[in-house]
């Protein structure tokens, strides 16, 4: 069983910065990543890294967001800059462990104008 808590949402001006952060507890994870969730839209894979360092990304966030591991502390960052409008989103982290997926409780980004 692995449990994932996630901080380092908010409030922010467009172009502005913020870093999500998933810390994993229980068991070591695997793959890890965010997906987010906009206002009436389905949610949508933002970045996800594997074991290994691989990372992939969304194309409406390459080059302005970074997924990294922290293998101390059995989780990850993602580090958000240039943020848009249109990033505002409920921002979920997701594990996999043993062939399994896990979902943090979700952080609310908002970019305003």
């Known amino acids: 069983q692995v449990q994932l808590v996630e ?19 229980g068991s070591r994870i695997n793959a890890m990543g965010w997906y987010r969730q906009a206002p ?4 949508e894979l933002v970045a996800g890294i594997s074991s290994g360092g691989t990372a992939t990304y969304a194309d409406s966030v390459k080059g302005r967001f970074t997924i990294s591991r922290d293998n101390a502390k059995n ?3 993602l580090q958000m800059n240039s943020l ?30």
């Not at 922010?12 to 507890?25: D, N």
């Not at 009436?40 to 949610?43: A, D, E, L, V, Y």
Request: charged content about 10%; some cysteine.
């Open 7 to 25: 901080s380092g949402g908010g409030l922010v001006q467009a172009g502005g910065s913020l870093r999500l952060s998933c810390a994993a507890s």
């Open 40 to 43: 009436g839209k389905q949610r």
């Open 75 to 77: 989780g990850g960052y």
């Open 84 to 113: 848009k409008l249109e990033d505002t989103g409920v921002y979920y982290c997701y594990a996999v462990c043993d062939y399994q997926t896990y979902w943090g409780q979700g952080t609310q980004v908002t970019v305003s104008s």
